[in-house]
């Protein structure tokens, strides 16, 4: 279900599975993004613009489900909070992308931490999309 602002989320193994497949990737303290260029996979979302975000916050790092939902819940909120930031490399992707964000640390890092480490994940990812 997409979010507030429009967000739809990547959602089914098939999904990632083809983002983990068959798209790029690159690795930012604290995080590994993985994305793939618009195709069919996104055909089939609610808004035919923007970008489906996945997060992965592996079960073999924490055991607790309320230690992955609470990292889960900080890295939306920062990426919420700062998506204007590569708002233009978003919407020059032509019928949307799909980016999954995979959380890669054995620490709980706090907002700031994660919202830093985003924001510059992001930025290197917006780079790769300029004209």
Same mark, same amino acid.
């Given at each position: 279900?997409?979010? %507030?602002?429009? %967000?739809? /989320?990547? *959602?089914?193994?098939?999904?990632?599975?083809?983002?983990?497949?068959? +798209?790029?990737?690159?690795?930012? !303290?604290? !995080?590994?993004?993985?994305?793939?260029?618009?195709?069919? @996979?996104?055909?089939?979302?609610?808004?035919? /613009?923007? =970008?489906?975000? +996945?997060?992965?916050?592996?079960?073999? *790092?924490?055991?607790?489900?309320?230690?992955?939902? @609470?990292?889960?819940?900080?890295?939306?909120?920062?990426?919420?909070?700062?998506?204007?930031?590569?708002?233009?490399?978003? %919407?020059?992707? %032509?019928?949307?992308?799909?980016?999954?964000?995979?959380?890669?640390?054995?620490? =709980?890092?706090?907002?700031?931490?994660?919202?830093?480490?985003?924001?510059?994940?992001?930025?290197?990812?917006?780079?790769?999309?300029?004209?």
């Amino acid at each position: 279900m997409p979010s %507030q602002q429009g %967000q739809a /989320s990547l *959602r089914g193994y098939g999904a990632f599975d083809r983002v983990f497949g068959e +798209g790029k990737s690159f690795f930012l !303290f604290p !995080f590994q993004l993985r994305y793939k260029e618009p195709d069919d @996979l996104v055909q089939g979302a609610e808004t035919s /613009s923007g =970008i489906r975000l +996945g997060i992965s916050v592996p079960k073999r *790092r924490f055991k607790r489900a309320v230690d992955r939902n @609470l990292i889960r819940r900080r890295i939306r909120e920062a990426f919420r909070l700062n998506r204007h930031h590569w708002h233009e490399a978003e %919407q020059r992707l %032509q019928g949307g992308g799909a980016i999954v964000i995979v959380y890669s640390t054995n620490d =709980i890092l706090d907002f700031e931490r994660i919202q830093d480490g985003l924001c510059k994940a992001m930025e290197r990812w917006s780079r790769n999309h300029r004209p």
